[in-house]
Antibody
C-alpha cells in the first residue's frame, strides 16, 4: 500500500519561503497527480495545488503567485514551495494522491504542522 | 469558485442512530466529481465516498451517499462509536478544488 510522508521545517519566519517534501513509498508515482492541501481553523481544508507525474501543474488561484510544486520521480518525492509567508500560512500541511478515476484523494500523508512567526 | 456549504455544522447523536449530512454547492456539480471524507482528531482525512455514491475501498456499507446537481447527502445508517468524527464534502468540477467546512458528528 502506497504511503506518503511529509517532511520539512515546523517553523518558518515571516516573509521567507516555506519548503516541504512528500516522500512516496511502497508504490509508483506514475499515472497520478500529487497534491498539497492545508488545514487551519480559519480556512478549513484548502487545496494548494498539484503536480502530475508528467510534470503538469495546477495551483489554487488564491495562492498561485506564491506556490511552486515540483516532482522528482527518481527520488519518489514531490515538493511544495510557498514564498513570502505570513501568519495566515500557519497550518497543518498534507500531501495527498489524486485518483483521477474516482476524482478524489485516496491516499493522504499524516500531515505536518508549519508555524509562521517573526 | 464553487462554494460548498455543509449542514448542520454539528450533529449530536447516539450510537445506533442514523446521521444525515448535507452538502450544498453554489452551482451544479457533476455527481462524478463529488466526494466525502471522514476526519478523526489527530488524523488525516479519509476518503469515504467518491462519485457522490460510491464507497471507497474498505468503507462499511452503513455509509451511503446520494444526490445530484447542487444537493448531496451522506447518510450513516447506524452510528458506530468509531463514526464520531468530522465529515467533509469536496468537489473538483472546476478549479480550484474546494472542500466544505465540515459537519461534526458527536455524541
Amino acid at each position: 500500500q502506497v504511503q506518503l510522508q511529509e517532511s520539512g521545517p515546523g517553523l518558518v519566519k515571516t516573509s521567507e519561503t516555506l519548503s516541504l517534501t512528500c516522500n512516496v513509498s511502497a508504490g509508483s508515482m506514475r499515472s497520478y497527480c500529487w497534491n498539497w492541501i492545508r488545514q487551519s481553523p480559519e480556512k478549513g481544508l484548502e487545496w494548494i495545488g498539484y503536480v502530475c507525474y508528467s510534470g503538469n501543474t495546477n495551483y489554487n488561484p488564491s495562492l498561485k503567485s506564491r506556490v511552486t510544486i515540483s516532482i522528482d520521480t527518481s527520488k519518489n518525492q514531490f515538493s511544495l514551495k510557498l514564498s513570502s509567508v505570513t501568519a495566515a500560512d500557519t497550518a497543518l500541511y498534507y500531501c495527498a494522491r489524486w485518483f483521477e478515476e474516482w476524482r478524489a484523494f485516496d491516499i493522504w500523508g499524516q500531515g505536518t504542522m508549519v508555524t509562521v512567526s517573526s | 469558485e464553487i462554494v460548498l456549504t455543509q449542514s448542520p455544522g454539528a450533529l449530536s447523536l447516539s450510537p445506533g442512530e442514523r446521521a444525515t449530512l448535507s452538502c450544498r454547492a453554489s452551482q451544479s456539480v457533476d455527481s462524478n466529481h463529488l466526494g466525502w471524507y471522514q476526519q478523526k482528531p489527530g488524523q488525516a482525512p479519509r476518503l469515504l465516498i467518491y462519485g457522490a455514491s460510491n464507497r471507497a475501498t474498505g468503507i462499511p456499507d452503513r455509509f451511503s451517499g446520494s444526490g445530484s446537481g447542487t444537493d448531496f447527502t451522506l447518510t450513516i445508517r447506524r452510528l458506530e462509536p468509531e463514526d464520531f468524527a468530522v465529515y467533509y464534502c469536496q468537489q473538483y468540477v472546476t478549479s480550484p478544488l474546494t472542500f466544505g467546512p465540515g459537519t461534526k458528528v458527536d455524541i
